[in-house]
């Protein structure tokens, strides 16, 4: 990691229907956050009703997905069998292993009215011992997780062990997933707990180690603690964990330490040999590159 602050700007994509997404991970400045390896902001969008945003079933390997919404509703669906809503504050966590299939889409209310929807996805690499066990899925209602108050900010703690508390979310390695809502002109200490660590800012404006950091930009840390200086009200998430235990490769929705494991992936999804999200029969095709 450096010794200084790395700030990425996200690429952003419009992927249809309105909705906007920024992703902060990979980038050429950091592939990875401690196990995070994708990191996504999707809206904030006013979504007409019948708009099309749902995400019809696709696969994934050699990951765990982090869903997480700041406003909205979604409708997870997976190749176990699970339908689980989503609603802001709470979690929902999704091991892959060696391959599931899931959709996300609008609840019944949203398709017939719309909605105001914004969240965040991330993906954190899975370790190598790991990468070819069962796939699993676990939810975990916000009102469960847990809020702590500090001079000038609270917290949600998501993933991981901080602040003196500790999250019921299993993660499958060392995680640190924390929601800040940081009153202005206030300071706050981001503690060393964790070998690797970022900020990313929803909305507001902070500094942190001699660096201004705006809306919508994320904030590799050095080791270290640090303290984060609120310039405006802001929403923060701060993320991180142990490094990777090897490099990993990326392609589409498939995490895999070799090339070849990202091979039969495609060719496994290109030929159906995914298992089904029961009573779906939509999915997304592999891209052709």
Do not use: C
């Not at 994934?60 to 997480?68: C, D, N, P």
């Not at 892959?96 to 609008?106: F, N």
């Not at 370790?127 to 916000?142: D, I, M, N, T």
């Amino acid at each position: 990691m450096s010794d200084s602050v790395i700030r990425i700007e996200p690429r952003q994509h419009d992927i249809g229907g309105g909705l906007v997404v920024r992703r902060a991970l990979p980038h050429l400045l950091a592939r990875s956050v401690g196990p995070f390896v994708f990191f996504d902001e999707f809206g904030p969008v006013q979504v007409s009703p019948g708009s099309g945003t749902d995400v019809r079933p696709h696969p994934h390997i050699g990951l765990a997905t982090v869903t997480y919404l700041l406003a909205g509703a979604m409708v997870h669906r997976d190749s176990l069998g699970t339908v689980q809503e989503i609603r802001p504050g709470d979690v929902n966590l999704m091991s892959a292993g060696r391959g599931i299939v899931h959709s996300e889409r609008g609840t019944d209310e949203a398709h017939a009215h719309g909605q105001y929807l914004h969240g965040l996805q991330t993906w954190i690499a899975l370790p190598q011992a790991l990468q070819e066990s069962e796939p699993w899925f676990r939810h975990y209602p916000g009102a469960g997780l847990p809020r702590l108050q500090r001079p000038g900010v609270n917290l949600h703690l998501l993933m991981g062990h901080a602040y003196g508390a500790r999250s019921p979310v299993q993660a499958p390695s060392p995680t640190l997933y924390v929601m800040l809502n940081v009153e202005s002109g206030s300071v706050h200490e981001i503690e060393a707990d964790y070998a690797e660590r970022a900020l990313y800012v929803i909305d507001g404006e902070i500094g942190i180690a001699g660096e201004v950091i705006g809306k919508n930009a994320l904030a590799v840390l050095p080791p270290g603690a640090a303290r984060l200086h609120a310039r405006a009200a802001s929403r923060v998430v701060l993320i991180g964990g142990d490094a990777l235990d090897g490099p990993r490769h990326l392609w589409w929705n498939f995490v895999a330490s070799t090339r070849e494991r990202i091979e039969q992936a495609k060719q496994d999804w290109r030929e159906q040999r995914f298992p089904p999200v029961p009573d779906e029969t939509e999915f997304i095709p592999l891209p052709e590159r």
